[in-house]
């Protein structure tokens, strides 16, 4: 990671990619993008133009001359395109640091994702909201409540003035305004946030989806603030089934025996399955939801054998199917003592009959 100072020539405006003032030195391997000091262009570098650098190069530079207009309109979509893309991967970038509670880093990945979402669809685009959350809930995680009622706020007027707004989208800004009341201590006003962030959330994905978990785990954590622990117990519960269910059908379809052929001909299945699979914000939230309910589990004094058991089991099947066969293993084994006093049979015989399949697993060097 190397720099290069800049003299400005007269006229020519370059700011800064993340706080828009005067910039004075260049990111020497894509030299589109520019800062006002090393600390910006770290900070940017960690966040998210690590992933993006040699991207940039084609959506910045001066576009060629193009003589015909078929050539024009090839690359304005090839562009668009592009550009989608960057979205996507900004956001899922800037939401993965939110789970790994690196705050500080998302804000590059939200301000990119931002930009692209404006180049896009528009200053006024419902397409915008997801981004001004991600910026919203790094505030939040950074303690600066005044900034992320500021972002939230723009989210919410944007969502109240588009009536074809999605359940999906409502249901991430009521989440994170039940983040910012709990962390303003008012738990009663975070609950109801979070109970409209799960009735949205079912109406779009259904009551078991993981995408809905994340409400009952917030509303969990509110809870187990206001010392209702019986509550809290069985949304914890809530989480972990939905996760060890979910995780369970990818170790399915992963190990499945592949169909043979019989007879002559190409094989046709009945129908093609696609594996299900986590993007890296779903990995990031699984390592970060089932860690702070297994701690949890474990440390609980009147816990039952079942619910430790389980998500054990669900914190093996993650890490098989990110490849960390050791931290799989020793999850395995933990769901292998924790079930020893399960009455539940169907759960034993799943966590064994999944420690099998581990045992074929090499353990990399």
């Known amino acids: 990671m190397t720099l290069n100072p800049l003299a400005n020539p007269k006229g020519l405006k370059l700011v800064c990619e993340l706080c828009q003032k005067p910039a004075y030195i260049q990111c020497t391997k894509c030299r589109v993008t520019y800062y006002c000091g090393v600390e910006h262009q770290k900070a940017d570098w960690m966040g998210i133009h690590e992933k993006i650098c040699q991207s940039l190069i084609a959506l910045r530079q001066a576009a060629p001359f193009l ?5 024009r309109q090839k690359r304005e ?7 989608e893309h960057m979205i996507v991967l900004t956001r899922t970038t800037g939401q993965k640091l939110l789970f790994e509670g690196r705050h500080e880093q998302a804000v590059p990945a939200a301000m990119q994702s931002l930009r692209f979402a404006i180049d896009v669809h528009g200053l006024a685009s419902i397409e915008l909201v997801p981004s001004y959350l991600i910026l919203g809930e790094a505030s939040i995680g950074l303690g600066r409540l005044n900034q992320a009622e500021e972002y939230l706020a723009q989210a919410q007027w944007t969502v109240l003035k588009t009536p074809e707004c999605s359940n999906a989208i409502k249901s991430k800004l009521y989440r994170n305004l039940g983040l910012l009341y709990a962390a303003k201590g008012e738990y009663d006003e975070a609950l109801r946030q979070l109970a409209d962030d799960i009735y949205h959330s079912s109406e779009e994905f259904g009551t078991g989806d993981i995408r809905t978990s994340g409400g009952y785990f917030h509303m969990a954590n509110v809870f187990f603030r206001q010392g209702r622990m019986d509550v809290a117990d069985s949304l914890y519960s809530e989480v972990s089934n939905i996760w060890y ?6 170790v399915q379809l992963r190990t499945k025996t592949p169909a043979t052929q019989q007879g002559i001909g190409p094989l046709i299945p009945e129908q093609l399955e696609e594996e299900d699979s986590l993007d890296e914000a779903q990995e990031a939230e699984a390592i970060q939801v089932l860690n702070a309910i297994y701690d949890m589990r474990e440390h609980q004094s009147n816990r039952k054998p079942q619910d430790l058991a389980l998500v054990c089991h669900a914190l093996a099947m993650l890490y098989f199917i990110l490849y960390d066969i050791q931290k799989a293993k020793e999850f395995g084994r933990k769901a292998v003592v924790a079930s020893e006093g399960d009455p539940n049979d169907n759960l034993s015989r799943s966590v064994v009959e999944f420690m099998k399949i581990l045992e074929t697993q090499r353990v990399p060097n």
């Open 67 to 71: 003589p015909s207009e078929e050539e």
């Open 77 to 83: 979509k090839q562009l668009l395109s592009k550009k």
């Open 245 to 250: 269910n979910h995780l369970l059908r990818i």
